[in-house]
Each structure stands twice: as structure tokens, then as C-alpha cells.
């Protein structure tokens, strides 16, 4: 994990980021829609692989929908920059499902902005993009 500043704040704020993010990739596999509801901020959006952008309501209808289930998940490799109440944390993603009927295993980079507000994290915007096989470890 790299992080930016190691001051006692700072490193509080990274942790509690870091379970704002485990938590997220455990509604993900749980289907837990009411936590992605919670963790996700009004504004939220999502970058998709293709460039579409997502609003919250968007993503959480794709769920409801059954349209995307994941079998496993798991992120690692953070590296967080903390500016006051935003996070942006980089990481690598590994995930297997589907989405669409289509199944899915894959490695990505991600890039997550996390921002404190009323009391908790709440992630605003999510992008990934695709790792080539080569470079996955």
C-alpha cells in the first residue's frame, strides 16, 4: 500500500478507506443492493469499459435487473491519496461473473474516489480498465 502524508489523520483516513473499499467489494459479491445503495453517493458515477457513463440509478436497475452477479471478487495493490474528505484510491481488481449473460475473468486497474460525508465514506465515480494478461501479476 502507498500512501500520500503519514500523519496520524491521514492514516486514520486511509484505513477507514481501505474498509469502505472492502466493504464495497463484498456487497458486489453478496448482491447486497442496499449497501452498494449506502456506500454509493447521490452523485456516483461509473466509467464503463466502453466509456458509457452511469449514474447510481443506472447501476443499481442493472442489479436489480439480475443482469451482473460476481463468483468471486478481490482487490489489492491500494495506493491511496487522501486531500481532505476525498480519497482517490488505485488498485488492481480480480473479479469473475457475469454480466449480461456474458461471463467475465478478469484483472483490472481501478481508480476509485471515495469523499467523507455524514459521517462515512461514500464512493462518487469507479473506472477499471482491462490488465493484459503479461502484466497481471
Do not use: C
Not at 474528505?85 to 481508480?111: K, P
Not at 469523499?115 to 502484466?135: A, L
Request: proline share 3%; net charge negative; hydrophobic share 35%.
Amino acid at each position: 500500500m502507498n500512501t500520500m502524508p503519514n500523519d496520524p489523520d491521514t492514516s486514520t483516513k486511509i484505513e477507514q478507506v481501505i474498509q469502505a473499499e472492502r466493504l464495497w467489494l463484498e456487497a458486489h459479491l453478496q448482491l447486497d443492493l442496499a449497501a452498494l445503495e449506502r456506500l454509493m453517493a447521490d452523485e456516483y458515477t461509473l466509467i464503463s469499459d466502453r466509456g458509457e457513463l452511469l449514474n447510481k440509478s443506472q447501476v443499481l436497475a442493472a442489479f436489480r435487473a439480475g443482469k451482473k452477479h460476481w463468483d468471486e471478487a478481490e482487490s489489492d495493490d491500494y495506493r491511496i491519496q487522501i486531500d481532505g474528505d476525498v480519497a482517490i484510491v488505485r488498485g488492481r481488481w480480480r473479479a469473475r461473473g457475469e454480466n449480461s449473460g456474458v461471463a467475465f475473468d478478469f484483472t483490472s486497474r481501478y481508480r476509485s474516489v471515495w469523499i467523507y460525508r455524514d459521517g462515512r465514506w461514500q464512493i462518487t465515480s469507479d473506472r477499471s480498465d482491462d490488465q493484459p494478461p503479461e502484466i497481471q501479476e
